[in-house]
């Protein structure tokens, strides 16, 4: 994937940048990336400048003095006006903003403005769609800095020998590597900048990629596979930390599963287990006479059949009560006589 346009570019003589020689090189400005090429038609950048350490910039002997936090770097071009206009680009893109000193024509200002613009609308662009600007990060990702980078890498040395993390200059990323040679471990970092769609590797011949992954891939096919990143580990042993009160020491315990239920016994030749009878059904409550008054008591009648009432007898036609009565009298003073005899 060939990396995005230039917003500016030309010949200039650098110094600075890996020693004190200067060279001609053909440089152009990719956002806050200063890339520098050994010709214009190259894609791949021989050196990498990250504006984001800019802390000034100064004009000294017909050049331009770039003093970045850790380094000092002079650019001269080929003309005065070329130089300013690399002056007005490099400090427009450092602070998002147009320098209000610049000895430039109207053109010239307009174009600084118009690349700020299409800066501002990268970055806006970006920040809108959140984790999709930059791919998935791959599995050696840690967020963790330089020092705590080459414990881990110290700590799980079977586990890999490259991590990738946050950049210490304050964007894009950082790779982390260490090897043991000769029974001494080397510790290397390198940086990785992100520009537009993509990343370079800042390193002696900087190479572009278009995903994380490929920048870790690149490290492993360098080293012919000496790198490998390095792997999150999962414990598959459940345990727990327990402290002892009185002597503070620290002991691992593992935890214990949770008991289980007890199997129903195995039945000879596959055969099912008998099926249980269901429970009996108990019998329905008899309503109350109070159940029932209040059941009576505005609610809707039970289906529930009723008792049938017992019958009474009539008396027979011409009979009036107490002549019954009067009968069952004698006849009973007979029984009694009867039975004194």
Same mark, same amino acid.
Do not use: W
């Given at each position: 994937m060939a990396p995005p346009p230039h917003c500016y570019e030309g010949f200039v003589e650098v110094r600075g940048l890996r020693d004190q020689s200067c060279r001609r090189r053909w440089a152009g400005l990719r956002g806050a990336t200063l890339c520098f090429y050994g010709a214009p038609r190259e894609q791949q950048p021989l050196e990498l400048l990250d504006l984001d350490e800019l802390v000034g910039v100064q004009k000294e002997g017909g050049a331009l003095v770039l003093q970045l936090r850790d380094q000092k770097v002079t650019l001269k071009a080929d003309s005065v006006q070329a130089q300013e206009m690399w002056r007005g680009f490099i400090l427009t893109m450092a602070k998002m903003e147009l320098p209000t000193d610049l000895e430039l024509l109207p053109g010239h200002l307009f174009q600084l403005s118009e690349a700020l613009r299409q800066e501002r609308e990268n970055r806006?662009? *970006? !920040?809108? +769609?959140?984790?999709?600007?930059?791919?998935?990060?791959? =599995?050696?990702?840690? %967020? @963790?800095? !330089?020092?705590? *980078?080459? !414990? $881990?890498l110290?700590?799980?040395?079977?586990?890999? =020998? @490259? +991590?990738?993390?946050?950049?210490?200059?304050?964007?894009?990323?950082?790779?982390?590597? !260490?090897? +043991? $040679?000769?029974? *001494?471990?080397l510790l290397k970092h390198y940086r990785v900048l992100s520009v537009g769609d993509g990343f370079l590797v800042d390193v002696d011949t900087p190479h572009h990629c278009s995903s994380l992954d490929e920048v870790v &891939? /690149?490290?492993?096919? &360098?080293?012919?596979?000496? $790198?490998?990143?390095? &792997?999150?580990? /999962?414990?598959?042993? $459940?345990?727990?930390?327990? *402290? %002892?009160?009185?002597?503070?020491e620290v002991t691992r315990r593992p935890c214990k599963p949770p008991p289980c239920p007890p199997r129903p016994p195995a039945h000879p030749h596959g055969a099912a287990p008998p099926a249980q009878a269901p429970p009996p059904l108990l019998p329905k409550p008899k309503a109350t006479p109070q159940h029932a008054v209040r059941e009576g008591a505005g609610s809707p009648p039970s289906s529930a059949p009723h008792p049938t009432p017992r019958r009474v007898p009539l008396l027979p036609h011409g009979h009036s009560a107490a002549d019954i009565t009067e009968e069952l009298a004698q006849k009973l003073m007979v029984r009694r006589a009867l039975n004194e005899d």
């Open positions: 806006r662009r *970006a !920040r809108s +769609v959140g984790t999709t600007a930059v791919p998935p990060l791959p =599995s050696c990702f840690f %967020d @963790v800095s !330089r020092a705590e *980078a080459e !414990r $881990l110290e700590r799980n040395a079977g586990g890999g =020998s @490259v +991590v990738l993390r946050p950049g210490g200059h304050g964007q894009g990323f950082s790779i982390s590597t !260490r090897q +043991v $040679l000769s029974g *001494a471990a &891939q /690149y490290f492993v096919k &360098q080293s012919k596979g000496g $790198l490998q990143p390095l &792997q999150r580990e /999962y414990s598959m042993r $459940l345990e727990f930390v327990e *402290a %002892d009160a009185k002597s503070s």
